[in-house]
């Protein structure tokens, strides 16, 4: 038995009656206006061969009593139909199978690995769903396969299908694949790939001046090649998948990205999602308090005008300074006729601690840059007088 009512502008639902016509071989409803669910008394036509109901608006999910239908050659339920959940895994029982077409739907979860027991299969339409995970790796084995279509949907992977010799085209772009995916596969006759959606993640980061920066991009593939951008600008030298920016400056701040190319698979440009760098001054309020007579102190942050006696300024001009000194014994000290204030010491280093005496209590402000932790200590024979982290 026959029934094709094709392209007739048929309205309304499949009735469950239909599950009464026991002989039906073919049902070829295509492009019709056909709406509701697949009745699931489709599962007990066991002579069923061609299962036609293309360009529907059919809803509802996969009956998985297809999975009874061993005479079934053929399913068309694509190309415009709303059908959503997951693919029945009942469906790899059908080993007379010869296309499936469940193509532009809304389908969605993991290809189940079952399908790859479809020996007899020539045409598999998966496309336009939203189908995540990985290809199975069963479809290894689907020998007869002619045309696997899998492009707009949200694939993570797809094994080596090189070995399958009647594999003439495999449409998979639009997912979510990467080089070593594509690698193995780049010898099928008709290979569509590309565009792949954006790599990596979205992030971003708060940093300081002076910190160091890096960040990994983890791209598939053997033969890839890696470069930069700032702000729509391409990098110098930052040519590899890890993006490393030392001594962090605030003309940093900015949005980042790197496109990934293959020398195997050409045309592919693999572009990750933005990286946003948010870069922070490096300034910091230092307050020390001297008492009358010798001090010690060292400083944690390190002013633009790092002379020393351009520090003590404020102290100098208020008459309350008598001497600096360092350990090796150079001196911030008023020569008098002789020359006035002079500076032997240079600059104020963050490695170092200096005796300051003053005439009464003093406090001394420093605003500019933090040190950053930690760094080395050179020490010298003999007595020496170091920094240490404190504000006080």
Not at 36 to 55: A, K, M, Q, R, Y
Not at 325 to 337: A, C, F, H, P, S
Not at 351 to 368: A, C, D, F, R, S
Request: charged share 15%.
């Amino acid at each position: 038995m026959k029934i094709d009512l094709n392209n007739n502008n048929l309205t309304g639902t499949l009735p469950v009656q239909i599950g009464m016509l026991t002989d039906l071989q073919y049902l070829i409803l295509w492009g019709n206006q056909l709406s509701g669910n697949i009745p699931v008394e489709i599962g007990t036509l066991s002579d069923l061969i061609t299962f036609d109901l293309g360009l529907n608006n059919l809803t509802g999910t996969i009956p998985a009593g297809f999975g009874q239908l061993s005479n079934l050659e053929y399913i068309f339920i694509g190309s415009g139909s709303q059908l959503t959940g997951s693919i029945p895994s009942e469906l790899g029982q059908l080993t007379s199978l010869k296309i499936l077409a469940l193509d532009e739907n809304n389908l969605s979860g993991n290809i189940p690995s079952e399908l790859g027991d479809l020996n007899q299969l020539t045409h598999l339409f998966l496309n336009g769903n939203e189908l995540t995970g990985n290809v199975p790796e069963s479809f290894t084995g689907m020998s007869s396969l002619n045309i696997l279509d899998l492009h707009f949907n949200q694939l993570e992977s797809l094994p080596d299908l090189s070995s399958l010799s009647n594999l003439s085209s495999l449409r998979c772009y639009n997912n979510k694949l990467t080089f070593n995916d594509l690698e193995p596969n780049i010898n099928i006759p008709e290979f569509y790939y590309s565009p792949q959606v954006q790599v990596g993640t979205q992030e971003n980061f708060q940093l300081i001046e002076g910190d160091n920066f890096s960040n990994v991009l983890t791209v598939g593939g053997e033969n890839n090649q890696y470069q930069w951008f700032k702000d729509g600008d391409m990098i110098p030298l930052q040519t590899t998948n890890t993006l490393n920016i030392n001594n962090v400056f605030l003309a940093d701040a900015g949005n980042y990205y790197c496109e990934v190319t293959n020398t195997v698979v050409p045309g592919l440009k693999l572009t990750s999602r933005l990286i946003t760098l948010l870069v922070e001054e490096n300034s910091d309020l230092l307050t020390l308090d001297f008492e009358p007579g010798w001090n010690i102190f060292s400083s944690t942050v390190l002013p633009g005008n790092s002379n020393l006696m351009d520090i003590l300024q404020p102290v100098i001009s208020g008459g309350k300074l008598k001497k600096v000194m360092n350990e090796l014994g150079d001196v911030v000290e008023d020569w008098g006729i002789y020359g006035g204030w002079q500076n032997n010491i240079g600059n104020l280093q963050r490695t170092e601690g200096y005796k300051i005496n003053v005439t009464e209590p003093v406090t001394l402000q420093l605003t500019g840059t933090a040190v950053r932790f930690p760094f080395n200590i050179p020490l010298s024979a003999g007595w020496n007088i170091i920094s240490w982290p404190s504000k006080n």
